[in-house]
């Protein structure tokens, strides 16, 4: 199984991406999909989730801005991004939970917000 993540990229504070991360391989059944992010020396952070029945969670500091959604079809992931602040400049790596409990990563992509 591999995931790979895309869509990210230089943008102005205030400004907008779309990052994608589309899973391929023999995957049976997709449960949980997200997204973290790690910046510059802090930790991996949940930045949002979807489950299989398209249940959304954010987090606090992203939420209004930020949106989740999964194209079952596609096995493709989603994160639309409004709004970016400075501190939201990281790289972002997807991630999904199959079969319950097999998780896979992708390798991330950067996004820099610049002011």
């Known amino acids: 199984v591999q995931l790979q993540a895309s869509g990210g990229g230089l943008v102005q504070a205030g400004g907008s991406l779309r990052l994608s991360c589309a899973a391929s391989g023999s995957i049976f059944r997709i449960n949980d999909m997200g997204w973290y992010r790690q910046a510059p020396g802090k930790q991996r952070e949940s930045v949002a989730t979807v489950t299989s029945g398209g249940i959304t969670n954010y987090a606090d500091s992203v939420k209004g801005r930020f949106t989740i959604s999964r194209d079952n079809a596609k096995s493709t992931l989603y994160l639309q991004m409004h709004g970016l602040k400075l501190e939201y400049t990281a790289v972002y790596f997807c991630?999904?939970?199959?079969?319950?409990?097999?998780?896979?990563w992708g390798q991330g992509t950067l996004v820099t917000v610049s002011s």
């Open positions: 991630y999904l939970v199959a079969s319950g409990q097999y998780v896979y």
